[in-house]
Structures are given as structure tokens and as C-alpha cells.
């Protein structure tokens, strides 16, 4: 009765309560949680598993139907990065660089744990190879106050508070806990998924970027 008077006020299709193929259909597209939105082109290619999120985020449609985008073209929209001491700057790609994306928080107790080891990482890449390791932070701050004194503290470049980027980045990369370190090269590929774990174990970098500690997720930059 509830599916029926739920159905009677909607404008779109049903399956018929409990229909085996729901199951089936939960099961292929890894449906775990509810509600959930999966959206399929034409011929059934998927372009987004959880598009739930998306639809939060834009609840007009005015991006509908949320395709994937390249990495860079999601930096590319912000106008400027801040640079350590207060400076601002472009960001621009390099084919021979690895770039980082911190998923951070300056209030949060993992992140400040982790921090030191990343710049140590930072700086022995760097002092390997200068210029082939960039951090790019990524932040959930809630106070520019907390924001700025942090970014200030550390040599990498921050996208600006509050951008609207980073639920966008967070939703690409399946973001859900920080830190996360997310390794990209100079193309936008994924090396390494989330680099935490590897880092904390390697902070000197001999074997930077991980690639084989890692899972490959090519497939959202294509």
C-alpha cells in the first residue's frame, strides 16, 4: 500500500515491488546504500554509479547528467591557488611533475598527525628532482581564520576557501575520511588512490609514487 500511494505521487517509472530484478540490478551496479541514483547513457554505458551526491550538489540540473570531468578541467575553474605566505598564483600541469591532492582539514587531529610526514615527503622528493612533486591542498575548513594560518604554515600550493571544488574532487575520488592523498601525474591519471598508507611507510620516498602499493582508476578520466 505505502509503494503504491509513494508511486501514485511520482512522475516516473517503477519496477514492480519486489521484482527479483531489483536485486540483480542492486547487485550489478553495487547499489549498497539508499537512496541511490545510477545513471546510464543511451546504450547503458554508466556515467555516474552515485549520482545522489551530484544531484544534492545541483539540484536544478543545471550540470545534468554529471558527466566525469578531467581533473584539470575542475582545477582549471578555480581562478587562483594560495601559496604559502599569503601569495597567490596559477596552476599549471607539467607532464614530468606528480602532483598531490591533499584531502585535509586544519582541525582535524588525523590531519595534523599526518602533515609533518607529508612534508617530509615533499621535500625529499624535491631535493631529488627539484620541481617533480607538487601538493596541491584540498581543504574542508570551516574557518578561513583556521584555513590561512595553515595553509601558511606548509611550502605547497591550496585551493582558495571554500571554491565549491572540493565536493567535486571528494565525489571524483571517493573521498570519504581525511587525510587522503590522492597521486595524479602531469595527464591527470591516478598512480596512486590514496597514498597515506604507503607514505607513512616511505616518508623518505625511495619508492614514490606507489604505484604497485596502489589501485589504477583510469577510468574516470576518459
Known sequence: KSYLQFMASMP???MPCGHPGIETLAAQWDVRDLPALV????DNTIISR???????????????????????DILASAAKINVAGGGEGTLSKESHKYYGLFFGGAWADPVKQFVPKLRELYNAVNSREANSFEVIYVPSDQKEDQYTAFVDKYPW??????????????????????PRLVIINGEGHVVCE???????????????????KCVYTMLDEH
Open 12 to 14: 516516473w517509472l517503477s
Open 39 to 42: 545513471l546510464l547513457d543511451e
Open 50 to 72: 552515485d549520482a545522489t551526491k551530484l544531484m544534492i550538489a545541483d539540484p536544478l540540473g543545471t550540470n545534468f547528467p554529471w558527466r566525469p570531468q578531467p581533473v584539470w
Open 157 to 178: 600550493l591550496a585551493l582558495p576557501f571554500r571554491t565549491g571544488l572540493k565536493p567535486k574532487l571528494s565525489l571524483k575520488y571517493k573521498v570519504d575520511r581525511i
Open 194 to 212: 590514496d597514498a597515506c598508507t604507503p607514505l607513512i611507510h616511505d616518508v623518505a620516498g625511495t619508492n614514490f609514487p606507489w604505484p604497485d
